[in-house]
């Protein structure tokens, strides 16, 4: 099956839809590349969002992750473990997810999951980087976008209320190849006020923000 044999719905919303299972997974499965702009991502989002995609993992497939400059702190930690320490890190805890945590790491190593950070660098905008999109293809150069709210988590009992804007390439080629555009320019950095780093060179430079106090479950 590919993204134009789903049926989508022009937008979701939680009071009437389920964005997980009408949305998310369906257009997860049928893709082959997933790219994603948000405002920040932690180890749970990774880890869950990984672990859920055996169409990645087992297809010549990829994941772009392009997120703000705020990070909790035993997330950054954990990042910089799995980055450092490679596929041969063991790490303790539960099964369950140390199999998740593996799995990213695995992805990584692969270059199936690259994680770039974009931070404002102009008086204009000088505050957090907040853009929203993600972009789904598949194999027959089709895409879908979506925008707005969504942090769609696997978690059943973590759910937040939200919606999103759903525009696909063969209903809306221009606004899709507007939206798909900006991704790349933005991963490119190409994008005014605003400059992208490869994330093991933006903490190593300092350029990440950190806390105990952040709670990050977004992707």
Same mark, same amino acid.
């Given at each position: 099956m590919? @993204?134009?044999?789903?049926? @989508? ?6 009071d009437? %839809? %389920?964005? =997980?299972?009408?949305?998310?997974v369906p ?5 082959? &590349?997933? %790219? ?6 932690? $180890?749970?989002?990774?880890s869950?969002?990984? *672990?859920? =995609?055996?169409?990645i ?5 990829k994941i772009?992750l ?11 930690d954990? @990042?910089?473990?799995?980055y &450092? ?6 790490f303790?805890g539960?099964?369950?997810? /140390?199999? +998740? ?6 992805? $990584?190593k %692969?270059?199936?999951?690259? $994680?770039?950070?974009a931070?404002?660098?102009?008086? =204009? ?9 993600? $972009? *789904?293809r598949d ?8 925008t707005?709210t969504?942090?769609?988590? *696997? /978690?059943a009992?973590?759910?937040n209320?939200?919606?999103?804007d ?5 209903d /809306?080629?221009i606004?899709?190849?507007v ?24 903490? +190593?430079?300092?350029?990440l ?5 952040w709670?990050v479950?977004?992707?």
């Amino acid at each position: 099956m590919t @993204l134009r044999d789903l049926s @989508l719905k022009r937008e979701y919303r939680s009071d009437k %839809d %389920d964005l =997980l299972a009408e949305f998310f997974v369906p257009c997860l499965t049928n893709c082959i &590349q997933y %790219d994603r702009a948000i405002e920040f991502i932690s $180890i749970k989002s990774l880890s869950t969002l990984a *672990f859920g =995609l055996d169409n990645i993992t087992k297809k010549h497939a990829k994941i772009r992750l392009i997120s703000g400059h705020r990070f909790g702190s035993s997330d950054l930690d954990m @990042l910089k473990k799995i980055y &450092q320490n490679g596929h041969t890190h063991r790490f303790n805890g539960n099964m369950i997810r /140390d199999t +998740k945590i593996s799995h990213v790491q695995k992805m $990584i190593k %692969d270059f199936k999951l690259e $994680i770039k950070i974009a931070i404002p660098n102009s008086e =204009l905008v000088d505050g957090s980087f907040e853009e929203r999109i993600g $972009i *789904f293809r598949d194999e027959n150069d089709d895409a879908v976008v979506f925008t707005g709210t969504s942090n769609i988590t *696997f /978690d059943a009992q973590n759910r937040n209320f939200e919606s999103i804007d759903v525009f696909t390439s063969w209903d /809306d080629k221009i606004r899709t190849d507007v939206k798909i555009e900006n991704f790349e320019k933005l991963w490119n950095n190409e994008t005014h006020y605003v400059e992208i780093y490869d994330l093991i060179f933006a903490e +190593k430079n300092n350029l990440l923000k950190y806390t105990t106090e952040w709670a990050v479950d977004k992707y």
